[in-house]
C-alpha cells in the first residue's frame, strides 16, 4: 500500500496556520496584544510570501481581509473584539487598510505599467535596446553590466520605481531571445530592480529613505546635497558592482551572444506619437521633479489619464495588466501601517540595548536593523522609525549623526530579497521571469556582501568627504 506525503504546498500551508495560531498561545514579554495580534498575520504572510503556498497576491488579500477583522474598527463587533495596546489608545479605522489599495505607490506602479505596456505596443522598448546597449557589446556579462548601470545611473535622479518600470520594458525582449532552461534570464530580470535599488542610495532625491535621513537631521548635524554624494555615489558604485558580479556568478549562461542586433523602426501612427510624447513628458517630469515640485505619484498618472482618454491603451488592453502585482503591494503597505498602528515596531526596536553597542559597530547594527526590517515591511517605514533614534543613540554613544542616520537609510536600501522588500523587485517578478527563490537567494547574498561593504567603506567615505 502507497504512503502519502504531504505536498510541498500543504507543509506550508500548516506552516503558515501554525505561525499565526502561536501568538495566541505563548505570551511574549513586552509585547501588548495587540502586536501579538499583528506578530500572528505577520508569521502567516511571511510564510505565505515565501513559499508561494497559495498566489502571493491572494496571500496580501488575506493579510488585508485579517488586519480589518481583528485590528481595526471593523473587529468591535466581534467575539473577540479588540486588544489593548494600540498606538494613541485606539484601534485604527477599517479604511486605514482598504486605503492601501489605492495608495500612492500603486498609482505609480501604474504610471510605470502603462508606460510598459505602450513600450511593447509601439516597439520602443527594441529600440531602446539598440541605441543603449549597443556599447557594451553582446556578451551576457557585458549586457546585464550595461544593464544595472543605466537602470543605476537614472535612479539615482528619479524614482527608482519608474525607472525599474521603464527599463524592465527593455530587458523583456532580451530574456526572451535566451533559451527557456537559460538560468540567466533570471540575472537580467534581477539585475533591474536591484540597480535601481542600490541606484537610489546615490543622491538625497534618490529614494525616500534618504530624505527621511536628512529631515531627521534637521538640528542634530548636517550634510548638504554634495556631501551626500560625495560618500554615498561612490559606495553606490561599488554595491552595483558586487551585485553584479553575484548574479553573473549565481545564475551562469549557457549562451555566449546575446542578439542584439535590434534595428530601430520607429512607428510614426497618430496613437504611436501620443504614447513618445506622453513617455517623454513623463519620464521627463520624475528626472526634473526638483524644479517643478510636482511629486512622481502626481506623475504617474499622467500616462494613465492621456493614454486612457485618447484610447492609445485600449479596453482589452487595460484589463490585461498586472493587477496582482497592485495587490501584492497593497498587502506589504497593509502590513506597515499595521506594524505602525500596533506598536510592533517599537517594542522589535526595543529588543536591542543601543546603549550597550561599541562605538565603532554602532553604524553596522544600525543598517542591518533597518535592513531586516525592510525586508518585511516598507523602507520608509523601516526609516521613519529608526532614523530618529539613530540620531538619539549616536548623541548618546557620542558619534557623529550623520553616520547614524546614513547607515539606517543606506541599509534600508539593500533589503530586496522579497517581492514585497522594494516596489523594483515587485515588478520584476511580475514579468514572469524569476522565481521567489531566486529572488530570495540572490536578494540575501547581495544583501549581505553589501552590508559587509557598507560598514567598511562608509567611515573612510564620511572622513573624505568632511562629514562629522
Not at 496582482?324 to 505602525?340: E, F, H, K, M, R
Amino acid at each position: 500500500m502507497p504512503r502519502h506525503f504531504p505536498t510541498g504546498r500543504t507543509v506550508a500551508l500548516v506552516l503558515a496556520l501554525t505561525g499565526y495560531v502561536l501568538p495566541f498561545l505563548i505570551e511574549i514579554p513586552g509585547l501588548s496584544d495587540a502586536g501579538h495580534r499583528l506578530l500572528s498575520v505577520f508569521l502567516l504572510a511571511v510564510v505565505l510570501w515565501v513559499t508561494e503556498a497559495i498566489p502571493l497576491f491572494a496571500t496580501s488579500a488575506v493579510v488585508i481581509l485579517l488586519l480589518v477583522l481583528t485590528l481595526s474598527s471593523a473587529a468591535v463587533p466581534l467575539a473577540w473584539g479588540l486588544p489593548d495596546g494600540f498606538t494613541g489608545g485606539a484601534a485604527p479605522d477599517y479604511t486605514l487598510y482598504f486605503y492601501c489599495l489605492a495608495d500612492k505607490v500603486l498609482i505609480l506602479f501604474l504610471g510605470g505599467f502603462f508606460l510598459a505596456m505602450g513600450a511593447a505596443k509601439f516597439g520602443l522598448d527594441r529600440n531602446l535596446a539598440s541605441l543603449l546597449l549597443r556599447p557594451f557589446g553582446d556578451r551576457p556579462a557585458r549586457v546585464l553590466l550595461g544593464l544595472m548601470l543605466i537602470t543605476g545611473i537614472l535612479s539615482m535622479w528619479m524614482s527608482n520605481t519608474a525607472t525599474c518600470a521603464t527599463i524592465m520594458a527593455v530587458v523583456l525582449p532580451l530574456i526572451h531571445r535566451l533559451p527557456a532552461e537559460d538560468r540567466f534570464r533570471s540575472a537580467l530580470a534581477l539585475g533591474v530592480p536591484f540597480a535601481a535599488n542600490l541606484g537610489g542610495m546615490a543622491t538625497p532625491v534618490g529614494s525616500p529613505p534618504n530624505a527621511i535621513a536628512l529631515a531627521a537631521l534637521k538640528g542634530a548635524g548636517e550634510c548638504s546635497f554634495p556631501q551626500w554624494m560625495m560618500f554615498a555615489l561612490p559606495l553606490t558604485l561599488v554595491l552595483l558592482a558586487l551585485a553584479w558580479l553575484i548574479l553573473a556568478m549565481l545564475f551562469r549562461t549557457t549562451t555566449e551572444r546575446i542578439d542584439l542586433s535590434l534595428k530601430p523602426e520607429w512607428q510614426t501612427s497618430g496613437p504611436a506619437w501620443i504614447y513618445y510624447l506622453t513617455a517623454a513628458l513623463t519620464i521627463g517630469l520624475w528626472m526634473t521633479e526638483t524644479l517643478h515640485g510636482i511629486n512622481s505619484y502626481v506623475v504617474g498618472l499622467v500616462p494613465v489619464a492621456v493614454l486612457l482618454a485618447t484610447r492609445v491603451v485600449t479596453t482589452r488592453e487595460f484589463r490585461s495588466m498586472e493587477w496582482d502585482v497592485l495587490w501584492l503591494v497593497a498587502g506589504g503597505i497593509a502590513l506597515g501601517q499595521a506594524v505602525s498602528a500596533t506598536g510592533f515596531d517599537r517594542w522589535v526596536v526595543g529588543l536591542v540595548d543601543w546603549q550597550s553597542i561599541p562605538l565603532y559597530a554602532l553604524g553596522g547594527v544600525l543598517a542591518l536593523a533597518t535592513l531586516v526590517l525592510s525586508t518585511f515591511i516598507s523602507n520608509s517605514a523601516a526609516t521613519n522609525l529608526l532614523a530618529p533614534m539613530a540620531v538619539a543613540v549616536a548623541g548618546s554613544a557620542g558619534s557623529g549623526p550623520v553616520a547614524a542616520v546614513a547607515a539606517v537609510a543606506l541599509g534600508s536600501s539593500l533589503a530586496m530579497a522579497l517581492p514585497i522588500s522594494t516596489p523594483p523587485n515587485a515588478i520584476a517578478y511580475a514579468s514572469g521571469a524569476i522565481k521567489t527563490r531566486d529572488m530570495a537567494v540572490a536578494g540575501v547574498l547581495v544583501a549581505i556582501v553589501g552590508w559587509l561593504a557598507l560598514i567598511m567603506l562608509l567611515p573612510v567615505l564620511l572622513n573624505l568627504s568632511g562629514v562629522r
